[in-house]
């Protein structure tokens, strides 16, 4: 009975049970650490070689993308941590900046001058005044005449020459309003005004405009 039993090498069973395992075709990728297909078809090293491409360009693509989000921080610097700043109309209807309460309007020109106005101190951020005007909202913001020049927004048709050169005050830079009910419309003889002059500066033995009308036409306060 014994000698009817037929034992195989022990080196064709190790070759047996491992075709059993690892079927034939699969070894390879399996070797490499590809997993094989569903149904028993191995992927053959044309699939490791492909999956190993794809792997070495979606690693480029991510280096490449952090790259950029490096280069755009360095050139444009950090997010603003007041995204958000919102444009408002003061009690003397000038141009304002909102504070974080939503309740609180202080002059546009009250940003990024040193003091802290709004409570939570945000019209004085590190990311609004890093680089004024550049870093300053828009709303903010009014241009001279000259190009390199620019004012605060709440500071045109204020009747002062804060430009230098009248053009915050006259056309054709911009265009205002005809003067208030306090001010006296002449050429002005006093570099800090332009047009028009207030009322309180007529009849008082000065020349403030130049045809003399401050001192002649004007009935005064």
Known sequence: MLSSLHTAPVGELEAEDMNKIFPKGQN?????????LPGGEGCGPLCCSRR????????LLLLATLAALIALVTTRGLPSRTPGAQACTTLTNRT???CRDQRSCIPASGVCDGVRTCTHGEDEDESLCRDV???LPRFLVAHCGDPASWIY???KCDGTNNCGDCSDEESPVTVCPPCG?????CPSTVFIY???IPRRLCRDRVQHCSDWSDEYACPGP
């Not at 009910?181 to 419309?185: C, E, I, N, S, V």
């Open 133 to 135: 005007p550049h870093s």
């Open 153 to 155: 927004s709440d500071q």
């Open 96 to 98: 304002g900046f909102l």
């Open 28 to 36: 390879d990728c399996i070797a490499a650490g590809t997993k094989a």
């Open 194 to 196: 332009c047009g028009c």
């Open 52 to 59: 190993g491409a794809c792997l070495s360009a979606f690693l």
């Open 181 to 185: 009910p306090g001010w006296w419309r």
